[in-house]
Each structure stands twice: as structure tokens, then as C-alpha cells.
């Protein structure tokens, strides 16, 4: 298994403001530039190469989407915090076991996992890790001469996003390479 980080240098757009790129999407942009250079995807079509979903990486960590939680503080703006909590540093989730329960106390916030193992988050997680920009656009009836504005929504991410890669080999480096605007590091 490799970790794949690419950095985005403009805004993109998958679905209805999605914030990452989803596994298929991944699948589909592969099997496009292998076609491209007229290359087989066969590992892909058996089943042997396979794609996670991306999330953020921050100097060199992945930040995983926390699963669901329930949260315990008794102070308010704390309380709201913690459930703004999307992404926390892999090696906490690693070394936690579910079912989760986040916990404040004072200025700590703390992970709690199976009822036993408590771990500080420091600043080991990600309220968000990128903004919606909004552009907008206008186009005009030709019958009627009218104008018709919308809005295109698109996500800029903060941090470079990463997925996980089973069965890297040639192909598979060629095809992330010719897929263009990406920086690539394997880890």
C-alpha cells in the first residue's frame, strides 16, 4: 500500500460541493489517461489495483475521517467545537478503539475509544481543510434576450488531499503522471 498526495493548484469540482474525490472518480480518471497512453487497464478491470477514497495530508500525515462520535462537554462553545471535528491524525485513530466519545475538559479536548483508552488531540485534527468558492456565471437567452445567473460551486483544498494505492506499479506511475496538474510523491 502507498500513500499518494497530490496538491491541487486550482479549485475543483465532483458532485454537489464535494470536498474530496471519491474512489470511483479516482478509478475513472486512471482508465482515462492509461487509455490515453494507449496502455491496458487490466489491473484495474481485475481487481488488483485499488484506490481509496482522498483526505487531507498534513506534513506528511493523513488525516482520516473520524467515524461516528458522540460527544460529552459541559461547556458550550467547547461542546460546539468538538462537533466540528471532521478529519483526526491516522495514529490516534490507530491507537484508539471505537466506539468514540469526544471529551473536554478545561481547554483539553481528549478521544476516548471502548469506554478505557483516553488520548489528547493537541492539534492532531481538522475542523475543515479547505473552502467553497463560489463563481459567477451568466448566460443569455437568444431568443429572448435574457440574462440567467448561476452559481458554480468549487473546493479549494488547504492541505494537499492523499489516498491510498494497493499494487502501484509502472502503469500506474505513468498514468498518475500524465493526468496532469498534480504533484505527486509516493510515501
Not at 12 to 40: C, M, P, Q
Not at 175 to 184: P, Q
Request: include cysteine; glycine fraction near 6%.
Amino acid at each position: 500500500m502507498k500513500l499518494i498526495t497530490l496538491k491541487f493548484l486550482s479549485p475543483f469540482k465532483i458532485g454537489e460541493k464535494e470536498n474530496y474525490v471519491d474512489s470511483i472518480t479516482l478509478y475513472r480518471a486512471f482508465i482515462k489517461a492509461l487509455t490515453l497512453l494507449g496502455y491496458s487497464f487490466e489491473e484495474i478491470r481485475k481487481g488488483d489495483v485499488k484506490f481509496s477514497s482522498t483526505f487531507p495530508v498534513v506534513s506528511n500525515r493523513p488525516y482520516l475521517k473520524i467515524p461516528f462520535r458522540r460527544v460529552e462537554c459541559n461547556e458550550r462553545t467547547m461542546d460546539k467545537e468538538l462537533r466540528k471535528i471532521e478529519y483526526i491524525d491516522v495514529d490516534i485513530l490507530r491507537s484508539v478503539e471505537p466506539p468514540y466519545l469526544l471529551q473536554c475538559q478545561g481547554e483539553r479536548r481528549y478521544l476516548v475509544g471502548n469506554g478505557v483508552e483516553r488520548l489528547e488531540l493537541e492539534n492532531k485534527y481538522l475542523t475543515s481543510h479547505g473552502g467553497i468558492i463560489v463563481e459567477y456565471k451568466n448566460r443569455i437567452d437568444r431568443l429572448v434576450n435574457s440574462a440567467d445567473i448561476y452559481t458554480s460551486p468549487s473546493f479549494m483544498p488547504k492541505h494537499d488531499l492523499g489516498f491510498f494505492c494497493y499494487h502501484v506499479g509502472q502503469r500506474i506511475r505513468q498514468g498518475l503522471k500524465a493526468l496532469g496538474e498534480t504533484w505527486y510523491r509516493e510515501g
